[in-house]
């Protein structure tokens, strides 16, 4: 009967260990079990997306970009064209942020299982390269917590975007809190424009932070070179 005892309050002692070391790992940095599964998902859209730029510009889409005049508007039509092929749950580019340190690929869609991969382009947004603004939205404390330092974003940090078409680089221009109901900061602009969202606080979804950012040079290797495939 003690050693019975013994052994369960051992067994009841370490499932308590692992449940608080657990709770531990997700306050300071990310929730462990769901990461494992999201690091997979990212290894298989980093092998995607591979394929992916490789396929893409075809010949076909640099000579119709290279109608256009200048690099931006050149780019549009790269957009354009990458967007019509585009499919939900298929990686897009990677986005990489320097003063966060993350580097990972973006997933085109925004509902549980895109976000489970990787942080997703709103289908309902514009393509990076596109006029308007482009949204992407991310974990904060699951699946590999992309945006968990999102709130660290402040004026003059640089935002990368890195589409198989384009590298389009966005300078931060500010960041703030709003409800989960405003989609006024989707809204059309005059200017190309990244806005970046999570929940907030941590551990919670009351409300939205959010991080505006505004288009201040691109670049394509894909033209300068005459395209792939």
């Given at each position: ?31 462990p079990t ?9 290894h298989?859209?980093?092998g ?23 690099t931006?508007?050149q780019?549009?039509v790269?957009?354009?064209r990458f967007?019509?092929?585009a ?43 596109q ?7 991310g ?7 992309p945006f ?17 078409y384009?590298?389009l ?19 059309p ?41």
């Open positions: 009967m003690d050693r019975a005892f013994h052994i369960l309050s051992v067994t009841l002692i370490t499932a308590g260990l692992v449940v608080l070391a657990d709770v531990v790992a997700t306050l300071l940095w990310e929730e769901s990461s494992l599964y999201a690091s997979v998902q990212q298989d859209a980093n995607r997306l591979d394929q992916i730029e490789h396929q893409f510009p075809a010949p076909a889409d640099t000579r119709a970009a290279k109608k256009a005049h200048g931006r508007k780019v549009e790269l957009a354009n967007s019509k092929q499919q939900d749950g298929e990686p897009i580019g990677r986005i990489v942020i320097p003063s966060i340190g993350l580097d990972i690929a973006v997933i085109q869609g925004t509902n549980t299982g895109d976000l489970q991969k990787g942080p997703g382009h709103y289908p309902s947004t514009p393509f990076p390269g006029p308007g603004t482009a949204a992407i939205a974990h904060r404390t699951t699946y590999l917590a968990r330092n999102i709130d660290s974003l402040h004026g003059g940090n640089h935002i990368r975007l890195e589409m198989p384009a590298t680089v966005y300078r931060v221009e500010d960041t703030k809190v709003v409800d989960p109901t405003d989609f006024h900061i989707l809204h602009t005059s200017y190309q424009r990244l806005v970046l969202t999570a929940c907030h606080p941590l551990y919670s979804a009351s409300q939205r932070i959010v991080a505006f950012a505004r288009l201040d040079h691109v670049s394509s290797t894909a033209l300068e070179e005459g395209g792939s495939g």
